[in-house]
């Protein structure tokens, strides 16, 4: 008789699940990337310099990157549906307060801090959500929810654009208030996993639904001890670095190309197309890993190279059309990093130890997305040439693949290991005398 045990409902519940944590992508990870769309006419309104207004963004992404282990701790000791609708709570005061215009620190505290924390209590615990849902099909699962970002940046673009120019940038802001509200409804639906029992499946997902009875049955707290082993010490280093070359491109490929003397309102159109490159490169990448041809720390390591090279090969573009094929092939493999870069963590520390993992790996990420615009500037300046950012962004990609490929190692390693250490002793006895064929 087969044992029987809980795992992942792996469907049914959980796509409404997908479909929750894919509008809690959009409305706030794509807010903070049109963000842009305010800083003109808060710099204007202020009468300030263009890195003074830069601190509202900048506050805004620290927080969410900063928040994360709280966030992560936070899920573990009360559930993702009441985190998700604090978060989209934080979201709605952040921004109905941030429009009463009281002062630039003012907008720091509200679009900065409490934004900031709200998106991290909001995209924590939904990608969490969807993990604990899935596991055949948790690649594609996470494709789909990030994906959200994608599709509401490019709706966003011209809608917060006629919202400031109807309504002015602080009606815009209590209008995206009312908006970013629906983050508790996303909340509401995410519904907690109840741990039913069935019987167990004969495949390769065996082990994570038995890390999803682990992860129901041991207690919750936040495990800080994950960074003793190795190959997440590792996989953090990879973060930080492909963290610095991931947000130099999207910086500097405008001034690249006006730099060049194309035309001011065609550069506009490259980061566009490099939004739908990333949609298309997040869903086909997540349809590959479901797919099982690769490992998924192999296919990361992978296109990490591919984006790499991608970067290192963009400065001899030296027409338009030149450098929005290579903004395209920049946007499809940065949709395929995103796409499983979340999702390997499970790999690396189990289901019963990612909340926690998550946290960590967004909170020492942030340290190579502070350090490598900056430093891409800085180049910039030294040089006169914006080539040298992108050559610093091919170098910190490719450097964080070799990151990667040391951690794949360590963990075929590991689970080599286990396996030997759970074989039946008499069949270990037999292969000892060399019974076993």
């Known amino acids: ?21 894919f509008v809690t992508m959009g409305l706030t990870a794509a807010v903070l990337k049109n963000y842009g769309h305010f800083f003109l006419d808060i710099q204007s309104h202020f009468g300030v310099q263009a890195s003074t207004t830069s601190w509202v963004s900048s506050t805004t992404i620290a927080m ?14 009360f559930s993702q549906r009441v985190v998700i609708m604090i978060g989209g709570l934080l979201c709605t005061t952040g921004m109905m307060l941030a429009s009463l215009n009281l002062s630039l620190p003012w907008l720091y505290l509200t679009m900065g801090v409490l934004e900031g924390t709200g998106y991290s209590f909001s995209f924590v615990p939904a990608m969490s959500m969807v993990s604990h849902y899935f596991a055949r099909w ?3 699962a996470h494709a789909i929810a990030s994906s959200g970002e994608c599709v509401f940046a490019v709706m966003f673009s011209p809608l917060l654009k006629w919202l400031i120019e109807m309504y002015s940038w602080r ?38 639904d038995g890390d999803a009875v682990l992860a129901s049955k041991s207690k919750a707290i936040f495990q800080c001890s994950l960074l003793k082993k ?23 490929l405008v001034p690249f190309a006006n730099s060049l003397g194309i035309d001011k309102y065609w550069p506009a159109f490259i980061l566009s ?9 997040r869903l086909f990448c997540g349809w590959l890993a479901n797919m099982r041809f690769l490992r998924n720390l192999q296919l990361l390591c992978i296109v990490t190279t591919l984006l790499g090279v991608v970067l290192l090969l963009l400065p001899i573009s030296h027409s338009y059309w030149a450098i929005l094929v290579f903004a395209s092939l920049y946007g499809f493999l940065f949709g395929c990093v995103v796409a499983i870069h979340v999702t390997s963590i499970v790999d690396i520390v189990t289901l019963n130890g990612f909340d926690s993992g998550l946290g960590l790996f967004m909170l020492f990420r942030s340290i190579g997305g502070f350090v490598g615009p900056p430093a891409g500037g800085w180049l910039v300046d030294k040089t006169d040439d914006y080539s040298s950012a992108f050559y610093l962004a091919g170098f910190c990609l490719l450097s964080s693949a070799v990151f990667v490929l040391l951690v794949d190692h360590l963990v075929q390693r590991r689970k080599s290991v286990d396996a030997d250490s759970h074989e039946p002793v008499d069949q270990q006895e037999e292969r000892e005398t060399g019974k076993v064929e």
């Open 273 to 281: 197309a490099l939004a739908v490159a990333d949609l298309v490169g």
């Open 138 to 140: 948790r690649p594609i």
């Open 64 to 77: 969410f990157h900063i928040g994360a282990p709280a966030a992560s701790a936070l899920t573990l000791r």
């Open 230 to 252: 190795p190959e997440f010490l590792i996989y953090i280093l990879f973060a930080i670095f492909a963290a610095a070359g991931f947000f130099i491109p999207v910086l500097f």
């Open 171 to 208: 009606g815009a802001l209590l209008i995206i208030a009312g908006l970013q509200f629906n983050v508790c409804v996303c909340g509401a639906l995410m519904r907690p996993l109840q741990m039913s029992h069935g019987p167990s499946r004969e495949n390769k997902d065996s082990s994570e």
């Open 1 to 21: 008789m087969k044992s029987r045990r809980a795992g992942p409902p792996d469907g049914g519940y959980g796509w409404v699940v997908v479909a929750s944590a």
